[in-house]
């Protein structure tokens, strides 16, 4: 909170040992805030100076607060309830305290800048019915140019993002995006493009927004920005897929239905386009492959194009959050037979797997245990391999550690499972590599 300014003052010009009026003993002149400059909440300068319906006057960022965060519905001065929770900017306030700074700049104080008017409940919904307007006139154009609007809005500030969400204008831009995607694709790639780009501004998604955004039809023209070669597009459109897959598993049965939409998928994953899109093409693949309704003809479909193998070199190096993801991916796929066969084969899997073990995060942990304990339960082949290059890397005492260290209830069960699996084969093949234990921090 600041209630003055200090300067100090030369003594050219001043008799010595004559106080003069605003100056200090030491030398110095202080400048206080005018009180109808000071917002009454923070008692700070006002930057954004606004009036409420009872006449007062405050910081827009202090009484938004007040309203939107606290919940209060009266005037913090009057008390009186209010009739309206749309804040007046007063112009005349904010040029007086402009006024004042350039004024009084020698005192260290700065101007304060000119601050854009946020958007308005009125202005949202106004917009959101001339949307409705232009999509029932199939008005493209018109259309893609107001999506734009709210666009600018929404790159404008937080509290411009907050009153276009609030207002339901993500409901109106998913209805508009399933309405143009019925219609030929071609002609409405321009305005189903800038749709998808305001809705990447407005995460997360939610309610009939998700509805009209998981129809076949506007699931089919996500598929197909996917296939396209413009990056901005296939960007958006696996954002906007992963919004819609992690809210309903159902939808995961619409997007298998589409006619090459696994491979477009894949190929995020093996030709990045930015970490964003990687992360959430795992995503979505994950769903696709651990959905309660999903069949193993994705998981085969993935296997195939060797999304085992691509998952493993990506472990060697990625961070955590990539990591994560890759792990529940590579977890999901060695759920199935098909899956295990391909992993057995590769042999990065024990390698990369027991080292994620404590050296990411406990999901990681999570993710390596549950995948380790899969590859050794369901080990079918008669040679059993699996213990023999789990124990050859240090898998037994890397889930010794696990235990002490803590874990959760579910992986704890697969350790001790995985302990009492391998521990007959330890005498003739264990060995370990001490540098797996360098970094790592235990609690005792």
């Excluded at 006057?57 to 749309?86: A, Q």
């Excluded at 007046?88 to 040029?95: E, L, M, Q, V």
Aim: glycine share 4%; proline share 4%.
């Amino acid at each position: 909170m600041i209630l003055s300014w200090k300067r100090l003052r030369g003594g050219r010009g001043r008799r010595a040992g004559k106080k003069q009026p605003g100056v200090e003993s030491g030398g110095e002149m202080e400048l206080t805030t005018p009180n109808h400059f000071r917002c009454p909440i923070s008692l700070d300068l006002m930057k954004d100076p606004v009036t409420l319906s009872t006449g007062i006057t405050y910081d827009r960022e202090n009484i938004e607060k007040w309203i939107h965060e606290d919940g209060n519905i009266t005037c913090p001065v009057t008390n009186r309830v209010l009739t309206s929770f749309e804040p007046i900017p007063n112009h005349t306030i904010r040029r007086m305290i402009q006024d004042w700074c350039v004024e009084n700049q020698s005192y260290g104080i700065e101007r304060i800048p000119t601050p854009r008017i946020p958007v308005s409940s009125v202005e949202v919904f106004e917009i959101n019915c001339n949307i409705t307007t232009a999509c029932k006139s199939e008005d493209q154009a018109g259309c893609r140019d107001l999506v734009a609007k709210i666009k600018k809005w929404t790159k404008e500030s937080d509290r411009n993002k907050k009153c276009i969400v609030d207002n339901k204008a993500v409901s109106v831009l998913a209805e508009a995006f399933e309405t143009f995607s019925k219609t030929c694709l071609d002609e409405n790639v321009s305005v189903l493009e800038e749709i998808l780009s305001t809705l990447t501004l407005l995460f997360p998604l939610a309610g009939e927004g998700l509805t009209y955004l998981g129809s076949a039809s506007s699931m089919r023209c996500m598929v197909w920005f996917l296939k396209s070669g413009d990056l901005s597009r296939r960007r958006n459109a696996v954002l906007v897929l992963r919004e819609i897959v992690s809210s309903d598993h159902r939808k995961v049965n619409v997007l298998l239905e589409i006619e090459g939409a696994i491979e477009p998928l894949f190929k995020l994953i093996k030709e990045p386009i930015c970490p964003t899109a990687t992360k959430a093409s795992l995503v979505v693949v994950y769903r696709t492959i651990t959905s309660a309704s999903a069949t193993e003809k994705p998981i085969q479909k993935f296997v195939d194009m060797g999304l085992v193998s691509l998952l493993l070199e990506m472990l060697v190096d990625a961070q955590r959050s990539l990591c994560e993801k890759a792990l529940s991916v590579l977890d999901g796929l060695c759920s199935s037979d098909y899956g295990r066969g391909d992993a057995y084969n590769n042999s990065l899997i024990f390698p990369v797997i027991v080292k994620k073990i404590l050296r990411v995060s406990d999901l990681a942990t999570e993710f390596s245990v549950s995948i380790l304990w899969k590859l050794c339960k369901n080990e079918e082949r008669e040679e059993k391999t699996a213990f023999a290059e789990a124990l050859q890397v240090g898998a037994f005492q890397k889930l010794l550690l696990l235990l002490q260290v803590g874990c959760a209830d579910k992986t704890k069960e697969h350790v001790s499972e995985l302990l009492k699996l391998l521990n007959p084969h330890r005498a003739r093949l264990e060995c370990i590599d001490s540098m797996d234990f360098k970094d790592l921090k235990r609690p005792f």
